[in-house]
């Protein structure tokens, strides 16, 4: 190989880096961001089965992706007799 094929082939794995990197960049950029109440949400999500409450609180929170402080406290205390605290 001589000087200008290395170079080539340099070149080319240096322009395939930077877009990796971009394209990576981009896709972390666009991540929603996590919310306050989603781990509270997750739990209620795998109790779902067990309170129609809890089906009607996620389906709403995935909508709207916000829970009132009231809202918590009823999803808290759902999640309480649901998983028999």
Do not use: W
Request: a positive charge; aromatic letters at 4%.
């Amino acid at each position: 190989m001589n000087v200008s094929t290395e170079f080539l082939i340099f070149a080319v794995a240096a322009i395939v880096v930077a877009v990796a990197i971009r394209l990576v960049r981009a896709r972390l950029k666009d991540a929603p961001p996590i919310g306050r109440h989603d781990v509270l949400m997750k739990r209620a999500e795998a109790n779902v089965e067990e309170s129609a409450f809890l089906k009607k609180a996620c389906a709403d929170y995935r909508k709207t992706g916000h829970l009132s402080a009231r809202q918590v406290e009823a999803v808290e205390k759902a999640l309480e007799s649901a998983e028999g605290r």
